[in-house]
DNA sequence: ATTTTCAAT
Protein backbone atom coordinates (compact mmCIF):
# COMPACT_ATOMS: atom_id res chain seq x y z
CA UNK A 1 0.00 0.00 0.00
CA UNK A 2 2.36 2.93 1.13
CA UNK A 3 5.23 0.84 -0.33
CA UNK A 4 3.99 2.42 -3.89
CA UNK A 5 5.23 5.62 -3.02
CA UNK A 6 8.80 4.29 -1.35
CA UNK A 7 11.84 5.13 -2.65
CA UNK A 8 13.34 2.39 -5.25
CA UNK A 9 9.79 1.14 -5.86
CA UNK A 10 8.83 1.58 -9.22
CA UNK A 11 6.70 4.46 -9.57
CA UNK A 12 3.54 2.35 -11.18
CA UNK A 13 -0.06 2.21 -10.17
CA UNK A 14 -1.83 -0.94 -10.34
CA UNK A 15 -4.66 -1.35 -12.50
CA UNK A 16 -7.37 -1.52 -9.53
CA UNK A 17 -5.85 1.65 -7.71
CA UNK A 18 -6.42 3.30 -11.12
CA UNK A 19 -9.72 2.01 -12.55
CA UNK A 20 -10.94 2.53 -8.84
CA UNK A 21 -9.74 6.19 -8.05
CA UNK A 22 -10.18 7.84 -11.90
CA UNK A 23 -13.57 6.35 -12.77
CA UNK A 24 -15.37 9.62 -13.26
CA UNK A 25 -18.97 8.33 -12.56
CA UNK A 26 -18.24 7.48 -9.34
CA UNK A 27 -17.05 9.13 -6.07
CA UNK A 28 -14.35 8.44 -4.13
CA UNK A 29 -13.30 9.40 -0.94
CA UNK A 30 -9.47 9.73 -1.64
CA UNK A 31 -7.40 11.32 -4.75
CA UNK A 32 -4.44 10.12 -6.63
CA UNK A 33 -2.46 12.06 -8.49
CA UNK A 34 -0.10 11.29 -11.54
CA UNK A 35 2.72 13.59 -13.13
CA UNK A 36 4.98 14.04 -15.66
CA UNK A 37 7.01 16.61 -16.37
CA UNK A 38 8.51 17.96 -19.72
CA UNK A 39 11.66 20.76 -20.59
CA UNK A 40 11.20 23.20 -23.38
CA UNK A 41 14.17 22.27 -26.13
CA UNK A 42 13.81 25.12 -28.76
CA UNK A 43 10.12 24.36 -29.50
CA UNK A 44 9.62 20.83 -28.52
CA UNK A 45 8.68 19.56 -24.92
CA UNK A 46 10.67 16.71 -24.21
CA UNK A 47 9.87 14.62 -21.63
CA UNK A 48 11.96 13.88 -17.86
CA UNK A 49 10.68 10.25 -17.11
CA UNK A 50 12.87 10.32 -13.89
CA UNK A 51 10.24 13.00 -12.81
CA UNK A 52 7.51 11.00 -13.17
CA UNK A 53 4.96 9.61 -10.65
CA UNK A 54 1.83 9.71 -8.18
CA UNK A 55 0.90 10.67 -4.96
CA UNK A 56 -2.08 10.18 -3.13
CA UNK A 57 -4.01 12.39 -0.40
CA UNK A 58 -3.42 11.21 3.37
CA UNK A 59 -6.84 10.97 4.65
CA UNK A 60 -8.12 11.50 8.58
CA UNK A 61 -8.51 7.62 9.12
CA UNK A 62 -4.59 7.59 8.91
CA UNK A 63 -2.29 8.50 11.67
CA UNK A 64 -0.80 11.78 11.48
CA UNK A 65 -1.95 15.15 10.11
CA UNK A 66 -4.13 15.18 7.15
CA UNK A 67 -3.00 16.08 3.85
CA UNK A 68 -4.08 16.74 0.09
CA UNK A 69 -2.40 15.27 -2.79
CA UNK A 70 -1.44 18.67 -4.32
CA UNK A 71 0.83 19.48 -0.98
CA UNK A 72 2.67 15.99 -1.72
CA UNK A 73 3.18 17.40 -5.43
CA UNK A 74 3.99 20.86 -4.22
CA UNK A 75 6.89 18.86 -1.93
CA UNK A 76 8.29 16.80 -5.05
CA UNK A 77 8.52 19.96 -7.64
CA UNK A 78 10.03 21.41 -5.25
CA UNK A 79 12.57 18.60 -4.00
CA UNK A 80 13.40 18.66 -7.45
CA UNK A 81 15.07 21.76 -7.74
CA UNK A 82 14.22 22.86 -11.53
CA UNK A 83 16.58 24.92 -12.87
CA UNK A 84 15.26 28.75 -13.09
CA UNK A 85 17.21 28.97 -16.08
CA UNK A 86 15.30 26.40 -17.79
CA UNK A 87 11.31 26.27 -18.32
CA UNK A 88 9.04 22.94 -17.23
CA UNK A 89 6.10 21.93 -18.05
CA UNK A 90 4.25 19.60 -15.52
CA UNK A 91 1.10 17.98 -16.13
CA UNK A 92 -1.10 15.98 -13.44
CA UNK A 93 -3.69 14.10 -14.25
CA UNK A 94 -5.48 14.10 -10.61
CA UNK A 95 -8.63 12.20 -9.87
CA UNK A 96 -10.44 15.01 -8.20
CA UNK A 97 -10.32 18.95 -8.83
CA UNK A 98 -8.17 20.88 -6.39
CA UNK A 99 -10.33 22.52 -3.46
CA UNK A 100 -10.06 25.95 -2.91
CA UNK A 101 -7.07 25.57 -0.45
CA UNK A 102 -5.11 23.37 -2.31
CA UNK A 103 -5.88 26.02 -5.80
CA UNK A 104 -4.80 29.22 -3.99
CA UNK A 105 -1.38 27.13 -3.00
CA UNK A 106 -0.58 26.24 -6.23
CA UNK A 107 -1.09 28.93 -7.84
CA UNK A 108 0.93 30.88 -5.19
CA UNK A 109 3.41 28.35 -6.72
CA UNK A 110 3.07 29.08 -9.86
CA UNK A 111 3.26 33.25 -9.38
CA UNK A 112 6.91 32.14 -7.59
CA UNK A 113 8.08 30.00 -10.37
CA UNK A 114 7.73 31.91 -13.55
CA UNK A 115 9.96 29.33 -14.65
CA UNK A 116 7.42 26.31 -14.09
CA UNK A 117 3.80 25.78 -16.31
CA UNK A 118 1.08 23.61 -14.81
CA UNK A 119 -1.40 21.86 -17.01
CA UNK A 120 -4.54 19.85 -14.93
CA UNK A 121 -6.36 16.71 -16.19
CA UNK A 122 -8.65 16.17 -13.62
CA UNK A 123 -11.24 13.32 -13.49
CA UNK A 124 -13.89 14.29 -11.61
CA UNK A 125 -14.79 18.29 -10.64
CA UNK A 126 -14.94 18.37 -6.56
CA UNK A 127 -16.92 20.82 -5.64
CA UNK A 128 -17.01 21.77 -1.94
CA UNK A 129 -16.34 25.27 -0.05
CA UNK A 130 -15.95 27.75 -2.89
CA UNK A 131 -14.05 25.51 -5.15
CA UNK A 132 -15.57 27.32 -8.17
CA UNK A 133 -13.23 30.67 -7.05
CA UNK A 134 -10.47 28.58 -6.18
CA UNK A 135 -10.28 27.14 -10.07
CA UNK A 136 -10.66 30.54 -11.22
CA UNK A 137 -7.75 31.85 -9.27
CA UNK A 138 -5.58 28.75 -10.11
CA UNK A 139 -6.67 29.44 -14.17
CA UNK A 140 -5.69 33.36 -13.24
CA UNK A 141 -2.52 32.30 -12.35
CA UNK A 142 -1.82 30.49 -15.61
CA UNK A 143 -2.64 26.70 -15.07
CA UNK A 144 -4.57 25.27 -17.89
CA UNK A 145 -7.49 23.41 -16.24
CA UNK A 146 -9.37 20.55 -18.16
CA UNK A 147 -11.62 17.24 -17.49
CA UNK A 148 -10.00 14.15 -18.60
CA UNK A 149 -11.44 12.63 -21.73
CA UNK A 150 -10.83 9.04 -23.21
CA UNK A 151 -7.70 10.18 -24.41
CA UNK A 152 -6.02 11.49 -20.86
CA UNK A 153 -7.56 7.99 -19.20
CA UNK A 154 -5.56 6.53 -21.72
CA UNK A 155 -2.34 8.02 -21.28
CA UNK A 156 -3.35 7.75 -18.23
CA UNK A 157 -2.96 3.89 -18.30
CA UNK A 158 -0.14 3.85 -20.73
CA UNK A 159 1.92 5.94 -18.93
CA UNK A 160 1.57 5.30 -15.11
CA UNK A 161 -0.33 2.18 -15.00
CA UNK A 162 1.57 -1.66 -14.49
CA UNK A 163 -1.09 -2.76 -16.77
CA UNK A 164 0.95 -5.87 -18.04
CA UNK A 165 0.63 -4.93 -21.79
CA UNK A 166 -3.40 -4.95 -21.75
CA UNK A 167 -4.71 -2.34 -23.34
CA UNK A 168 -6.82 0.79 -21.63
CA UNK A 169 -10.25 -0.38 -21.30
CA UNK A 170 -13.12 2.25 -20.74
CA UNK A 171 -16.03 1.73 -18.46
CA UNK A 172 -19.49 2.38 -19.17
CA UNK A 173 -20.57 6.19 -19.38
CA UNK A 174 -16.72 7.05 -19.74
CA UNK A 175 -17.50 9.67 -22.10
CA UNK A 176 -20.68 10.72 -21.37
CA UNK A 177 -19.74 11.80 -18.19
CA UNK A 178 -16.26 13.25 -19.11
CA UNK A 179 -18.61 15.42 -21.68
CA UNK A 180 -20.93 16.72 -19.09
CA UNK A 181 -18.02 17.51 -16.59
CA UNK A 182 -16.18 19.63 -19.11
CA UNK A 183 -19.45 22.19 -19.84
CA UNK A 184 -19.29 21.92 -15.99
CA UNK A 185 -15.81 22.91 -15.55
CA UNK A 186 -16.09 25.27 -19.05
CA UNK A 187 -19.24 27.43 -17.58
CA UNK A 188 -16.80 28.00 -14.05
CA UNK A 189 -13.95 28.88 -15.75
CA UNK A 190 -15.84 31.17 -18.37
CA UNK A 191 -17.33 32.78 -15.01
CA UNK A 192 -16.74 36.59 -14.34
CA UNK A 193 -15.98 37.69 -11.42
CA UNK A 194 -15.73 35.66 -7.98
C1' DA B 1 -30.01 16.30 -15.49
C1' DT B 2 -26.17 15.24 -12.73
C1' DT B 3 -23.63 17.08 -5.03
C1' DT B 4 -21.92 15.09 -0.81
C1' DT B 5 -16.60 14.75 -2.67
C1' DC B 6 -8.66 14.60 -0.37
C1' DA B 7 -13.93 9.93 5.19
C1' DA B 8 -16.52 9.07 9.35
C1' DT B 9 -23.72 10.01 9.77
Redesign the pocket.
Known amino acids: MEASTAPGTRCLLDENTFTENFMNQI?????YLCYKVEILDGDAWVPLDEYKGFVH?????QPGQ?C???LYFLDRIRSWNLDQELHYRLTCF?S????HT?AQNLATFLGENSHVSLRIFAS?I???AGYEAGLRTLQAAGAQIAIMTSKEFEHCWETFVDHQGRPFQPWDELE??SQ?LCEKLQAILQTQQN
Do not use: D
Not at 57 to 61: D, I, M, P, R, Y
Not at 96 to 99: K, S
Open positions: SVRKTNKGANPHAEIWTPCCRYSLVVH
